[in-house]
């Protein structure tokens, strides 16, 4: 059954039987010799920057839009130990994805604070250096519930910043939305520990569907405004097969900005970096220019405004399986090439091949998909590679 809040009504659904990990595609092992240039591009000359790596996945948290309790129940089949990737597999593959031109790796889950020592992998991320010497940007997203008690220990391991997933401050809706009944005040504990522990550049996500968190958009803009912390609103997307997705739950990032600029005057911001998933808004001061003292927001609208065509971006599964879509249905295996005999240069070749033929644009095709295909294609789900 679906998510009630504000009297909608209760909706069945149909829970797809399916693999949520889907097929596996065998990594080349005679791949071509590709010069370390760090501009490995795709096929539509999209260059490869951000590594999205999932440490687990297990989480805490029953989201309906992302591992809704009536799939993801006691009898799951979670991934046994062995097969995730080790710390040093990681790393490993971590320094190979920086000679191609990778210069970001996001810790996701699942929930990454599950993992056992995760603050070790952070360590052993922000040891590499780029070709040039630099260090590399090192974030986590995470649901908040664990932050409070790991926060320093994290940022003292080397995690440069850390984005938080909440969906409303009104406590009755955001239990309902986590299905485990957990507090509001305690994701936003955990988010002041984060400040304390001086990490920097703390966002905050909230997924907006219309059935379940629509009246809190303006509370969560309001919080939050002035306070240092970006809030991102992003449009209910259609990961995986069991959230039970449908156009008619999303609410255009247009329409969002509409709504918050009639009470808080917004100015569009340039974005801050090629490949930026999230379009920036600031808030105007009195004199109707952006105030920096007042923060901004940002909305990732990859249902209506598709931004495929500078994607950046590719994910890294906890069993080690690369994607090159959140929307794919298949991972290349790159665990088989780490746990065999195969060098450095072996498994270079191999993601410059994967990488050098990839055209994904799920989210551009969706548009001219009629609307059963669009909810009946299968995909991978969100909690196995991260969002």
Known sequence: MGLRHNNAPMVDRVIPLVNERYGVLQAPT????TPLTGQL?????RPLRDLRISVTDRCNFRCSYCMPKDVFDKNYPYLPHKALLSFEEITRLGRIFIQHGVRKFRLTGGEPLLRKDLDQLIAQLSALRTPEGEA???TLTTNGSLLRRKAQQLKDAGLNRVTVSLDGLDDAVFRSMNDVDFPVADVLDGID???EAGLSDIKVNMVVKRSTNLDQILPMARHFRGTGVTLRFIEYMDVGATNGWCMDEVLPSAELVKRLSAEMPLVQLDPSSPGETAQRWGYAGTDGHYDPSLGEIGVISSVTQAFCGDCNRA???TEGRLYLCLFADKGWDLRSLLRSDADDATISNALAHIWGQRSDGYSELRASLPAEAAQGRQRVEMSYIGG
């Open 30 to 33: 005679d791949a071509p010799s």
């Open 193 to 195: 520990a984060a400040r």
């Open 41 to 45: 591009l795709d096929r539509r000359a």
């Open 136 to 138: 590399l940007d090192i």
């Open 315 to 317: 994910r890294l599964s």
